[in-house]
């Protein structure tokens, strides 16, 4: 026997749980822990059976919070503190007695608390959570019905199987209503009540201007930056572009917008073709492999430097084709314009002058002096990091003669700066390096923390010549996957069911639902109803066999074999003795007495024995009184007179 007020204090616990889970990455640390700890005190006051932190204490804690959280709301962020008070109330919940007022809150709560986790992501693992809490939510409420008539009421386990399954058809049934409203509603492409929840500066990702000395550290962002479906490629082959900066302003590069009349030659390559899903942000650069020649299915302005700028035309989640040729250098027959591209800050310092110097002693080519300033980098030993940085008016100064520690940025601007200085044409690149390869849908997934900087320089004959000046660094990691264990695999399964999320429901958006009544449109207009006489009873046989079929299926669907027999068993009563079924009224006792049969009566015996006492019927006793059934009126056949 399972005690109904305890089974519903556990299922208020794992429905606060489902509730918490996905909001907690986005509360405050000092909310995050409250709730575990408040749930592990609920826990152990319920057994305990006292609550000291009910009334005043619970009301003082509210009142603080909430103090606390409106004073931090603004319309620049107005969710996070609405969402950390909502946590915060489920807590006090959880230490609180589990009345069924109290019990009824933590649903609340647990289910806004899930709902606001959409003010941050929309993913499908929303979906499971959801689906979870509305089940355990229905079973719930169906035991607190049951637990409000009878605080003390203990159920056998066949009556909790019972009680469950009755709960969980409720939402059960909504899944085709669920269906149909999918096909046809319109639906957001952005976390639900996007324009709420402002988002702010990613730590890392892909940026419009580098900016290297602005910053002492660097924070990784795992977050997906965008999906791109294409063959598995080499790890030198993954370097996705986005931008160019062809113009330094003191330590800052940017890129100038101005109209380049250099005309690029289709470099030489293998060509690959991706299918890019981006995650949606304020970037309005496209990301291709470098280098990318042509992308489809966005209103797309192509720049001469293979730069690639969505035109406006709304919001939501895209997809793009690209076509991408994998080289490490990009042609221009007709030159460039030198000057451009050799302009420098209006003041470096004495040591990176006579460090220049070096690099064009007896008049050198451009491909020459490219190879003295990679010789050189390569033999200084920089490390990269991405903390303890310098913070300086000069960070390239910094970098090569005092620090000589820094991430992509101050590589590749230093790089690109030495460059200049020694009379080669060069600019940066921005965009992303690597890639997690998943087997599972067959696509790569870029994260923010694999944002990267490189450096293009011009060498006569060859055009555009990629180095990336971070591999010279003698602790840079180049691997660009992640290692297959298989907590790798479950993180890729879990990645491929969001990845196909986005396609089958975040981004079927209007127009896949006018290209789906199309399609159906033209299917019905295509069906012939043509009928050849000839076939006409075997089609009316056909269809009185599936009608019968459909009425004996849905005459026996939801019946048990309790509920089967006393009906057979009522028919047998009312063709023999004439006695209409609706016995209910006066009972199957009563009915014994009105017969005077005894095989009626064993009947009854056996079939109340069982569902009286809430058990169900064996196979023998469904045997046995089948053959009961059969005999009734045996007796009256027997009797003198009454023979037929």
Known sequence: MVPVSSLITVLAYAVAVLGYLPVAPHVDLAVRLAFPLALAAGIFLDKKGTYPFTGIPATAVTVTFFIVYFMQLSMANPAAPVVNFLVVLLSVRLVNEKNPRNL??????????????????LSAVFLVYLFLQLGLIAVSLVLLTFHSVDARLRLTRRSLRRVIGVALAMPAASVPLLLIFFAILPRTQYPLLNFLNVPGERATGFSDRVEPGKASSIGDVKTIAFRAECEQLGRNDLYWRGIVFDTISGATWVRSGKRLVEVSATPPG???????????????????????????GVRASQDADFTFTRRPSGSGRIRYEARSVLTGAIPVPRGIDRSHYLRIPGRVSARIAALTGEFTVGNPTDEERLNRVETWFRRQGFRYATSGLPVTADPVDTFLFVRRTGHCEFFASSFATLLRLAGVPARLVGGYYGGDYNDVGGYYAVTEDRAHVWVEAFVKGKGWVRVDPSSFASNFDRTTTSSRGFATKITALLDSLTWYWNQAVITYDLQKQVDFIRRANRQFKGLSLALDPRLLPQALALAAVLTLSVWWITARSGRTPEERILRSFLARVEKVYGIPRNHRSRGLHELVHMVDDSAVAIFVDIWGGAIYRDRRLSREECRQLKQIINTIGDVRRKEPGKQG
């Open 104 to 121: 009824l809150q933590i649903f609340a709560l647990a289910l806004f608390a899930l709902a606001s986790s959409s003010l941050f992501s």
């Open 270 to 296: 293998k060509a690959i073709r991706q299918v890019v899903y981006p995650e949606p942000s304020r970037n309005s650069y496209l990301l291709a492999l470098d280098v990318p020649l042509r992308i489809d």
